[in-house]
């Protein structure tokens, strides 16, 4: 026997959907309330589960179709031996009985409580990661997402692509999130320049902080390497407050902006910072005439061949300030 799944009636004025992504595939072994088939209407989004257990023998309609209410959209056969004969079956009405899906609307609020049980299961910092538009992070590829995992990931602050790089086929789903491999590792390299050109530079004015020459400093590095990147720049001082100190250019709600964390230890004993995270992070200190630079990072933002042509490009700049006007 098998069972016809049809595109239930989601709304009083709803005409059509949209299947967004089939969660089982053909044979595949069905559970009564297993999630079969998400579904996107104009007003919401939907999971739909199975009414009847067994196996799903046959898909008729592919993802990103819109197709009209009660369309036959798939069959689903007591046993793996009758899905064989669903097609031969097909001109026989009476060997198929229609079963209603159930459809659960996907709302902020269930987003929100789902999205808290995957952070309760990873770091969510480990998740979070900041896009960058530099030569080794573009794919220029649209990511293809269901509507629940779009709105979970920006919930998240999450960027999808991550997804593809751990290897994970798209469509992605929600529970795709949870399978992101989790990985605490980061980089840190060091520098070494001399500090004596750019303490003459603060000796020659009395109002200029040397917060904002760092941060401008790094604004102007980070353009040089990366033309057309983004960056904006957050100081964090010793007592812990932070701040945005500069961005390279005016961001625009859409830029994705790298973000780097700037944290000055010159009037301390420290001689560096280390996050210990996936965030770009830059901290100074000074013992005599001489700067100590050190970059923390991930390389799965930035590259270390990048990392390394900005950190040197930063302590040109700190060495011999002209270059800041050219």
Same mark, same amino acid.
């Given at each position: 026997m098998s069972y016809e799944v049809k595109m239930p009636q989601l709304g009083m004025n709803q005409d059509t959907a949209v299947v967004v992504a089939w969660f089982k595939k053909e044979g595949d072994k069905i559970e009564?309330?297993?999630?079969?088939? /998400? #579904? !996107?209407?104009? +007003?919401?989004?939907? /999971? #739909? !589960?199975?009414? +009847?257990?067994?196996?799903?023998?046959k898909i008729k309609v592919d993802e990103g179709s819109e197709v009209p209410v009660g369309q036959l959209l798939?069959?689903?056969?007591?046993?793996?031996?009758?899905?064989?004969?669903d097609q031969t079956d097909l001109a026989d009405p009476d060997s198929f009985e229609t079963i209603e899906p159930y459809a659960e609307p996907i709302n902020d609020n269930s987003i929100e409580n789902e999205v808290q049980n995957i952070e309760g299961s990873s770091n969510r910092n480990e998740l979070s990661t900041r896009s960058t538009r530099n030569k080794a992070a573009i794919t220029g590829v649209k990511v293809l997402a269901s509507p629940k995992a779009k709105l979970a990931a920006k919930e998240?602050?999450?960027?999808?692509?991550e997804l593809r790089n751990a290897g994970i086929a798209e469509p992605f789903h929600f529970a795709d999130l949870a399978r992101v491999p989790q990985s605490s590792s980061f980089s840190s390299i060091y520098l070494q320049v001399s500090a004596e050109a750019f303490d003459a530079l603060i000796l020659k004015s009395e109002t200029v902080k040397r917060s904002l020459l760092f941060s401008k400093f790094t604004s102007s590095a980070w353009s040089f390497v990366f033309e057309e990147s983004v960056l904006e720049v957050i100081f964090k001082d010793t007592n812990g407050e932070s701040y945005v100190e500069t961005t390279t250019k005016e961001v625009s709600s859409n830029d994705v902006a790298n973000t780097i964390t700037l944290i000055d230890l010159c009037d301390t004993r420290i001689s560096a910072y280390e996050t210990g995270s996936n965030?770009?992070?830059?901290?100074?200190?000074?013992l005599r005439n001489e700067f100590t630079i050190c970059l923390s990072f991930s390389e799965k933002i930035l590259q270390f061949s990048d990392a390394v042509k900005f950190l040197n490009e930063l302590g040109a700049r700190l060495e011999d300030p002209v270059l800041q006007l050219i």
């Amino acid at each position: 026997m098998s069972y016809e799944v049809k595109m239930p009636q989601l709304g009083m004025n709803q005409d059509t959907a949209v299947v967004v992504a089939w969660f089982k595939k053909e044979g595949d072994k069905i559970e009564k309330g297993d999630p079969l088939f /998400e #579904v !996107e209407t104009d +007003k919401a989004t939907m /999971e #739909v !589960e199975a009414q +009847k257990e067994g196996y799903l023998s046959k898909i008729k309609v592919d993802e990103g179709s819109e197709v009209p209410v009660g369309q036959l959209l798939a069959l689903i056969s007591d046993t793996n031996e009758d899905s064989h004969n669903d097609q031969t079956d097909l001109a026989d009405p009476d060997s198929f009985e229609t079963i209603e899906p159930y459809a659960e609307p996907i709302n902020d609020n269930s987003i929100e409580n789902e999205v808290q049980n995957i952070e309760g299961s990873s770091n969510r910092n480990e998740l979070s990661t900041r896009s960058t538009r530099n030569k080794a992070a573009i794919t220029g590829v649209k990511v293809l997402a269901s509507p629940k995992a779009k709105l979970a990931a920006k919930e998240m602050g999450f960027d999808l692509a991550e997804l593809r790089n751990a290897g994970i086929a798209e469509p992605f789903h929600f529970a795709d999130l949870a399978r992101v491999p989790q990985s605490s590792s980061f980089s840190s390299i060091y520098l070494q320049v001399s500090a004596e050109a750019f303490d003459a530079l603060i000796l020659k004015s009395e109002t200029v902080k040397r917060s904002l020459l760092f941060s401008k400093f790094t604004s102007s590095a980070w353009s040089f390497v990366f033309e057309e990147s983004v960056l904006e720049v957050i100081f964090k001082d010793t007592n812990g407050e932070s701040y945005v100190e500069t961005t390279t250019k005016e961001v625009s709600s859409n830029d994705v902006a790298n973000t780097i964390t700037l944290i000055d230890l010159c009037d301390t004993r420290i001689s560096a910072y280390e996050t210990g995270s996936n965030n770009l992070t830059l901290s100074f200190s000074q013992l005599r005439n001489e700067f100590t630079i050190c970059l923390s990072f991930s390389e799965k933002i930035l590259q270390f061949s990048d990392a390394v042509k900005f950190l040197n490009e930063l302590g040109a700049r700190l060495e011999d300030p002209v270059l800041q006007l050219i």
